[in-house]
Every structure is written in structure tokens, then in C-alpha cells.
């Protein structure tokens, strides 16, 4: 018995024809481009349409009930320091989706390329960051994604 790899036998003609496609890695990064928008840009929706009363009465006890926001901050300091962080977090889902949106056009326009994951890997970077490490579940989706760019071979013809 031999150790020797075997060489893969040539492709045929109708493996040759069938279409390239990073499935695995465009999904990966869509779920992670949802739940972006849907968990940074509700919190930067909800903080940013609240006025300062609504926000003492309904959103400041859960924050401070949370242990987000200590007992000795004004309302004014904490009204002001959770619009900053949703401001913050509205760039981020900007900035996520156009490097996730990039990154998913490249990956079907040309899904042999390994360095279209650098794509996925900044906006997996921007997510981590830009949510001040809150989204980390998220951005590992994003990681992975670029993992797989660059360590998979495509598939070949995974979809129609």
C-alpha cells in the first residue's frame, strides 16, 4: 500500500462547464450583514428617534437595570453617551453593508479568487470594531467567511 497522494483525474467536459460558486462563504457573510442591520441599526434607530423623556422613562432604568449605565450618571451624560454610541453603530451598518455588498458582487463575479475574502474580512473588522466588540458573534460570521475564501476550493456548480 502507497502513501503517495493520487493525482485528481482531469475534469470533464461537463464538470468544466459547470459554474464556479462560493455558496458556503456568500451566505455566511448575508446572515451577517442581516443581523448587523437588525441588531446595530435597531439599536442606532430606537436611541436615535427617542427624545430625552421617553429615554429616562423607558430606556434609562433598563440600561441602568442592565449595570450599562451607574446609578450616579445625570440623564443628560447618558441620554448623550447612548446617542453617540448609536451614531456610531449607524456607521457601522453602513460600513458593513457596502464592504459585505462589495465583497458578495466580487465573490459571484469572480468566486476563483482567493482575494475577494479580504473584502469579508474588513467588514468582519469594521462589525468587531465599529460595535465596540458587542457583535462579536456577528463579525465571527464575517471571519469565517473570509476563512473560506482563503483556505476552500469553490464548488463547482453547487447552485444552478
Do not use: H
Not at 453617540?84 to 465573490?107: P, Q, R, S
Amino acid at each position: 500500500m502507497s502513501t503517495a497522494v493520487r493525482p485528481r483525474p482531469a475534469a470533464t467536459a461537463d464538470e468544466a462547464a459547470r459554474p464556479v460558486r462560493r455558496t458556503v462563504e456568500v451566505w455566511s457573510a448575508a446572515v451577517g450583514m442581516a443581523l448587523t442591520t437588525v441588531l446595530a441599526g435597531g439599536f442606532a434607530l430606537v436611541v436615535n428617534r427617542t427624545d430625552e423623556q421617553t429615554f429616562a422613562d423607558a430606556l434609562l432604568p433598563a440600561m441602568r437595570g442592565a449595570g450599562l449605565v451607574a446609578d450616579t450618571v445625570a440623564l443628560e451624560d447618558a441620554f448623550t453617551g447612548a446617542r453617540t454610541l448609536a451614531a456610531w453603530f449607524g456607521f457601522t451598518v453602513v460600513a458593513v453593508l457596502l464592504l459585505g455588498t462589495i465583497g458578495i458582487f466580487l465573490a459571484r463575479r469572480r468566486p476563483r479568487r482567493r482575494s475577494t475574502g479580504w473584502w469579508f474580512l474588513a467588514a468582519g473588522l469594521v462589525c468587531l470594531v465599529g460595535s465596540q466588540l458587542v457583535l462579536y458573534p456577528v463579525a465571527f460570521l464575517f471571519f469565517v467567511s473570509a476563512g473560506l475564501f482563503a483556505l476552500r476550493k469553490p464548488d463547482l456548480g453547487s447552485t444552478p
